[in-house]
């Protein structure tokens, strides 16, 4: 565990910094995460160790959250806002409509603020094949944008 925490810790601290906006509270929360990452150690099931940690931050963040803590306001637009002149699409609405793993990249790169290694990490591929999958899944977000009748 201690090498992981090693290893980890810039990756998991900078994930939390970025969502928070607040340093002193992102090292809390990332001490969190490894308190439940080494109580939770004997249930990992292998795969990448980054990706297991950070999708415990996440839920440690969510937690926090939850408990009426404010974080950085992300901008939830994959296109500047004059894409969208008076007709009240919302984000969440067009993702919906694009494949669950196009969707999922998308929400991951731009909702919760994942980098590309760390996607990477998550999904076994290469920084360059996830900057490559979300230019992809960029363009799908833009054509259902189109699509819109209005």
Do not use: C
Not at 40 to 69: E, S, Y
Not at 104 to 126: K, P, S
Request: zero cysteines.
């Amino acid at each position: 565990m201690t090498e992981l925490f090693r290893a980890h810790w810039p990756t998991v601290l900078g994930y939390l910094r970025r969502r928070t906006g607040d340093p002193v509270l992102a090292e809390e929360l990332a001490q969190e995460t490894f308190a439940k990452a080494t109580a939770a150690f004997l249930g990992w099931r292998g795969g990448p160790p980054v990706a297991w940690l950070l999708a415990i931050a996440r839920n440690v963040l969510t937690d926090h959250h939850r408990r009426g803590k404010r974080l950085v306001p992300l901008e939830e637009t994959l296109l500047p806002s004059q894409a969208f002149p008076d007709t009240g699409v919302e984000v969440r609405d067009l993702l919906g409509r694009l494949p669950a793993n196009t969707r999922r990249l998308l929400e991951l790169a731009y909702l919760d603020g994942f980098t590309h290694a760390e996607i990477g990490a998550m999904t076994g591929q290469t920084p360059a094949a996830v900057r490559s999958a979300i230019w992809r899944a960029r363009d799908a977000f833009r054509a259902a944008v189109e699509g819109i009748p209005e």
